[in-house]
T-cell receptor, first 110, second 116 residues
C-alpha cells in the first residue's frame, strides 16, 4: 500500500521554464510534507517542507503547494536551471515515521 | 564542516558473508537512521536509533542488525540472512527524534552494496 505516490517517473523541462513535480498521498493524518533532491551516487538533500495547516510555502525559486482536500502537493521550480536536473522525492511525516515516494527524475533541457 | 560520512562508497559481498556499513556523524544529532533504496523505489526504513544504546526496527529490518554504542556512530550489518542485499544504503540523522518539516533529515552519500 503506497501512501505517498509520485506518478511521473520522469519529467523534461526547458531551461528557464517552470518545473512542476506532483505528489499524491492517502493518509490525511500526515502533518508535514517534505521535498528532497538527489543527485546520482549522493544522499538526498532537503529542499523545502510544508506543514499540513498551510497551503503554500516559498523559498527562493522553490514553492510547494498543498491541496488537502485533494490530498495532493506539488513543487514548483521557477525558473528551472541546469543544476536542477536530479531525482526529487516527496515525503510525508507522521509521528516518528517518514514515508517517501518513489521519486521523479527531472531533466532540464538546454 | 559538519556532516554524515558513510564508508565505503562501494562494497562487494560474497554469498553467505556478513558485511558492515559505517555511518559517522559530527552534527551532534541524537537520532540516526538507515534506509535502503532500490532502483525506481523510494527510501525504505531499515532501523533507527533515538539515543545511544537504543534502536528500533523499521519497515524492512529482517536480515539486518545495528548497534549504537556512541552518539556519533550507527553501523549497519547486512547479514547472510538478507536474501536480496544488493541496494544503495543511506544513513541519515536528525537533531531530535521528531521527524518533520522543522527538522528534516541530513543524509550521507550512501554505500552501494553488490553481491559477487
Amino acid at each position: 500500500d503506497q501512501q505517498v505516490k509520485q506518478n511521473s517517473p520522469s519529467l523534461s523541462v526547458q531551461e528557464g521554464r517552470i518545473s512542476i513535480l506532483n505528489c499524491d498521498y492517502t493518509n490525511s493524518m500526515f502533518d508535514y510534507f517534505l521535498w528532497y533532491k538527489k543527485y546520482p551516487a549522493e544522499g538526498p538533500t532537503f529542499l523545502i517542507s510544508i506543514s499540513s495547516i498551510k497551503d503554500k510555502n516559498e523559498d527562493g525559486r522553490f514553492t510547494v503547494f498543498l491541496n488537502k482536500s485533494a490530498k495532493h502537493l506539488s513543487l514548483h521550480i521557477v525558473p528551472s536551471q541546469p543544476g536542477d536536473s536530479a531525482v526529487y522525492f516527496c515525503a510525508a511525516s507522521l509521528d516518528r515515521k517518514i514515508i517517501f515516494g518513489k521519486g521523479t527524475r527531472l531533466h532540464i533541457l538546454p | 564542516d559538519g556532516g554524515i560520512t558513510q564508508s565505503p562508497k562501494y562494497l562487494f559481498r560474497k554469498e553467505g558473508q556478513n558485511v558492515t556499513l559505517s555511518c559517522e556523524q559530527n552534527l551532534n544529532h541524537d537520532a540516526m537512521y538507515w534506509y535502503r533504496q532500490d532502483p525506481g523505489q523510494g527510501l525504505r526504513l531499515i532501523y533507527y536509533s533515538q539515543i545511544v544504546n537504543d534502536f528500533q526496527k523499521g519497515d524492512i529490518a529482517e536480515g539486518y542488525s545495528v548497534s549504537r554504542e556512541k552518539k556519533e556512530s550507527f553501523p549497519l550489518t547486512v547479514t547472510s540472512a538478507q536474501k536480496n542485499p544488493t541496494a544503495f544504503y543511506l544513513c541519515a540523522s536528525t537533531p531530535g527524534v521528531r521527524l518533520g518539516g522543522n527538522q528534516p533529515q541530513h543524509f550521507g552519500d550512501g554505500t552501494r552494496l553488490s553481491i559477487l
